[in-house]
């Protein structure tokens, strides 16, 4: 038996708050206002105690008869006795009602709340209305007690019939419960709010875990994606640089002549080889990109120049397709700090993937201009930044298909072609924009596209000047 | 369960379980009218909107059993609406017995095994072995049309293992039988797991025929 749990559990094993202790629900202040009122209405003293002993309220005034008695030696400690053992009276289930030596009681009074005792109301002294005579008890207390000052003094005393006290009381239950009722309610909805966030938070937090968990794996997979590129491009490489050599060795005549059109033959393959070369060099600068192995090694640039080596290269290009090909360079265009080598692949990737999607008779711009750095976002309270960052702003702009507002934010991603079938008609991997981002980010940098179906795209490549 | 031996006072919590609308507060709302002012408490209900309950209703019974243990029976219901899953998670926590209110209605047929899934789940949750825990099944709103037949409930349910009852929980037909029958199963489980009888002197036979008594269908009334 002694194994059984001996104290109350206030907090109930699931988690849902029991009324244990009548101060937890009940709000003191409240409970004497209601005591206050019950003593002007009723002139009846009123005390509550909580279950564990502590006086929560209390109004009550000392009766003239009380002062009287009190100031005899003998009234004072009988009336001490009766004092105590009333507070120390704890009513089961039923009123008790104590008698006091001066003939008045007390009505003691037990507040039950589901089924458990949570305090008690002590009301009183008061005179039962139907007692006329002055009880003996009080005559006896004392010797120095008189008989008509008792009388006297007894007018202030509060008469109740004892019918009407038990109404009274039933009347201060009722108020009590659903005080206490209403208090544990809202106890335990604020309860259930705070559980019910906590028990959301676990939930989300669970998830988030597993989602955690789940990306963390999806990263290691795309790491190990270009690690497997690198490896394989690098391992495609170099039986490819044989096949080109010897293609070019057959070409140049080095095993004996050719007839045209084992000429032919030789030299496609030696083409077709040049452009798997380019090919797999783009998976390498990628992979390499990815993984941030690739270092930009950074020297002043000259816009200018760049425009005008592009220029040179993809001249002969625009001519064989019938393209108009325009190169513009802006008056005052700031020098840049980059990567030559870089920074000029991604103005020949953006320029060659231009003239591959312009048809004939097309025109194909290029041009550069000085620009400040855009800043992400909109520019509330742009007046408090920093003055904007010089930039040099290159724009590479075609009268090609042009592409779906709905692609624009896709096209950056590797191996992704707005339309699948593009890739037989116009050749390319889906590489080249993806490794331009990329190279544009290495340059802090930033790459926009502007499209409309139909009449062309524009790219703009902003680079911080030096 | 909740033991408070000094005290002498046990406290049992049941917890009414079903998709929404099926006629959990119903059925606290029928025991509150049917059971005398004396054993129940005030029906309390706790946030709602719409009328659909938002946290839980409590409703609390107690009364003095014979061997003069005051026990404490809180009746629980849960939010039927799927979204409030951690609700009913947490008003599951700590139950000695579940009784799951379906609703008869063909339509609703789905709704109930979805919900009783759920229940499942939570039950596992709180680290109960739905397979053993205390449960009983009401078939509710009987008078209703296009409903299952009783044919087909009493097949039914005699695969299962679990009591079921019908009820007509708006006119409290049905309603007590089912927490007897619920308070059978959660006290013949309690006595088994803590030995009542031998710690607590309460004999079953006696605490169940008190229970009916307080209920109101005592051995007078049957």
């Known amino acids: ?466 | 369960m909740q033991l408070d031996f000094k005290a002498r006072e046990l406290t049992v919590k049941l917890v009414y379980y079903g998709p929404a609308l099926s006629g959990k507060t119903t059925n606290l709302q029928a025991i509150h009218r049917l059971v005398s002012p004396a054993t129940s408490g005030r029906l309390m209900t706790l946030e709602t909107r719409d009328d659909r309950t938002l946290f839980f209703d409590l409703l609390p019974l107690s009364f003095k059993a014979g061997s003069g243990i005051q026990v404490r029976i809180k009746l629980f219901t849960v939010p039927g609406q799927v979204i409030h899953n951690a609700t009913r998670r947490l008003v599951l926590q700590g139950a000695d017995g579940v009784a799951f209110i379906a609703d008869s209605q063909h339509r609703e047929t789905k709704a109930n095994q979805v919900a009783f899934l759920n229940m499942r789940e939570n039950l596992k949750e709180n680290g109960f072995n739905p397979q053993s825990h205390p449960l009983v099944i009401q078939f509710n709103k009987r008078d209703l049309q296009d409903i299952r037949t009783d044919e087909e409930i009493d097949t039914l349910a005699k695969r299962g293992k679990e009591p079921v009852f019908k009820a007509v929980a708006t006119r409290g037909t049905g309603v007590i039988e089912t927490l007897l029958g619920l308070m059978e199963l959660t006290w013949a489980r309690l006595e088994s797991e803590h030995q009542l009888q031998k710690k607590f002197g309460i004999e079953p036979e006696r605490f169940l025929l008190d229970v009916r008594e307080r209920l109101g269908v005592g051995e007078a009334a049957e």
């Open chain 1, 1 to 466: 038996m002694a194994t059984l749990p001996s104290e109350l559990d206030v907090v109930a094993s699931d988690g849902i708050k029991d009324v244990a202790k009548l101060e937890d629900v009940v709000d003191r202040e409240a409970l004497m206002e209601v005591c206050r009122s019950f003593f002007d209405l009723f002139g009846l003293s009123i005390r509550v105690v909580s279950a564990s002993g502590t006086l929560l309220a209390d109004m009550h005034e000392q009766r003239s008869i009380c002062r009287y008695v009190n100031g005899f030696l003998g009234g004072k400690a009988a009336c001490r006795n009766i004092v105590s053992a009333v507070r120390e009276t704890v009513p089961d289930e039923e009123t008790v009602v104590h008698p006091c030596f001066t003939g008045a009681q007390y009505r003691i009074v037990p507040i039950v709340y589901h089924g458990r005792r949570v305090g008690r109301f002590v009301v009183g002294p008061y005179m039962p209305a139907e007692q006329q005579e002055i009880a003996p008890t009080l005559l006896n207390v004392d010797p120095g007690i008189n008989a008509e000052e008792v009388a006297q003094r007894m007018a202030d005393m509060p008469k109740v019939r004892e019918d009407t006290a038990q109404r009274i009381v039933t009347h201060l239950r009722g108020i009590t419960g659903l005080l206490l009722f209403s208090g544990h309610r809202a106890h335990l909805t604020s309860e259930m709010h705070i559980a019910s966030v906590r028990e959301s938070y676990r939930e989300l937090a669970e998830k988030t875990a597993k989602l955690q968990t789940a990306y963390d794996r999806l990263k290691d997979l795309d790491r190990l994606k270009s690690n497997f590129l690198a490896t394989v491009s690098h391992e495609l490489r170099t039986p490819l640089t044989s096949v080109i050599g010897y293609a070019e060795m057959l070409e140049s005549g080095m095993a004996g002549d050719l007839n045209s059109e084992q000429q032919e033959f030789v030299r496609t393959i030696h083409e077709k080889g040049e452009h798997l070369l380019a090919l797999i060099t783009s998976l390498l600068d990628l992979s390499k990109l990815e993984q941030g192995a690739l270092t930009v090694k950074p020297e002043s640039v000259d816009p200018a120049a760049l425009l005008s080596d592009i220029e040179k290269t993809m001249r002969p290009h625009a001519h064989k397709k019938n393209i108009r090909f325009d190169v513009d360079v802006a008056e005052g265009v700031p020098g840049l700090q980059g990567d030559p080598m870089r920074l000029r692949q991604v103005l020949f990737n953006l320029t060659e993937n231009a003239l591959k999607f312009t048809p004939e008779g097309g025109i194909v711009h290029l041009s550069v201009e000085p620009s400040v750095l855009e800043s992400e976002g909109d520019m509330l309270g742009a007046v408090l930044m920093a003055a904007p960052e010089q930039a040099v702003k290159f724009t590479v702009r075609d009268t090609g298909m042009g592409m779906p507002k709905s692609e624009l934010s896709k096209i950056f991603d590797a191996f992704y072609q707005v339309d699948g079938s593009s890739t037989r008609e116009h050749g390319g991997a889906g590489l080249g924009l993806s490794i331009v981002k990329r190279l544009v980010d290495a340059h802090d940098g930033t790459v926009r596209v502007e499209s409309e179906v139909g009449s062309g795209t524009s790219f703009m490549v902003t680079l911080p000047a030096s």
